[in-house]
């Protein structure tokens, strides 16, 4: 089963860009992700699926700041132009045929 | 417009039995996989199962911590999934989303990933 782990925290000015991470587990390398975005007291929203190669698809409306890409077992989101409302947690989420595990999330604050 | 929207959320006692219902719409919901999963006030994002649709078996999963106690179900012709708890424990208290998942194939398999998530439904388990 794999496991992904994320920074627990993130901070970045306004304006700026940010790179959060995700890293699978050994012998996970490969496996695609999910990127989900949870602003305070809403429901989780699905940003991109993110291949080892680096292709990824976004969701309907998500900004164009939203980008994606890999590294080996590294997973990346990148938010550039950084606004107010992704102040937010941020999951990764992964699967093989019969379990789904995400990472811990990180809350990115927004200077 | 796509939707989920979660119901029948509720406080209830350790022990007892509650089901959830995920009603979708804008989409044809017999071509997905249907997940629920849960967040503990405070903590992160819990799977919890999931229904694979009919083309793929219309097997389900569970988590290790739900399984035993919980069921998936679907009425595809109702464009419902349903999530049956039983045995509740005060653990088991949190917000449940159910979500859309799309179903792919690849060399190894055929997968889902989560492209839609509903609102979320309270449930509290306490005494």
């Known amino acids: 089963q794999p496991v992904l782990t994320q920074s627990s925290s993130a901070s970045a000015s306004l304006g700026s860009s940010v790179k959060l991470t995700c890293t699978l587990s050994s012998g996970h390398s490969t496996f695609i992700i999910t990127w989900h975005q949870q602003q305070p007291g809403k429901a989780p929203r699905y940003l991109m699926k993110l291949e080892g190669s680096g292709s990824y698809n976004k969701g309907s409306g998500v900004p164009d700041r939203f980008s994606g890409s890999s590294s080996g077992a590294d997973r990346y989101l990148t938010i550039s132009n950084l606004q107010s409302e992704d102040e937010a947690d941020y999951y990764c989420?992964?699967?093989?045929?019969?379990?789904?595990?995400f990472g811990g999330g990180t809350k990115l604050t927004v200077l | 417009e796509m939707q989920l929207v979660e119901s029948g959320g509720g406080l209830v006692r350790p022990g007892w039995s509650l089901r959830l219902t995920c009603t979708t719409s804008g989409f044809t919901f017999v071509d997905y996989a249907t997940s629920w999963f849960r967040q503990a006030p405070g903590k992160g994002l819990e799977w919890v199962g999931f229904i694979r649709s009919r083309t793929y078996g219309g097997t389900t999963e569970y988590a290790a911590s739900v399984k035993g106690r919980f069921t998936v179900s679907r009425d595809d012709a109702k464009s419902i999934a349903y999530l049956q708890m039983s045995s509740l424990k005060t653990e088991d208290t949190a917000v449940y989303y159910c979500?859309?998942?799309?179903?792919?194939?690849?060399?190894?398999?055929?997968?889902?990933?989560?492209?839609?998530w509903g609102q979320g439904t309270l449930v509290t388990v306490s005494s």
């Open positions: 979500a859309r998942g799309f179903h792919y194939t690849d060399s190894s398999g055929f997968y889902h990933y989560i492209d839609y």
């Open positions: 989420e992964t699967w093989d045929s019969k379990t789904r595990v």
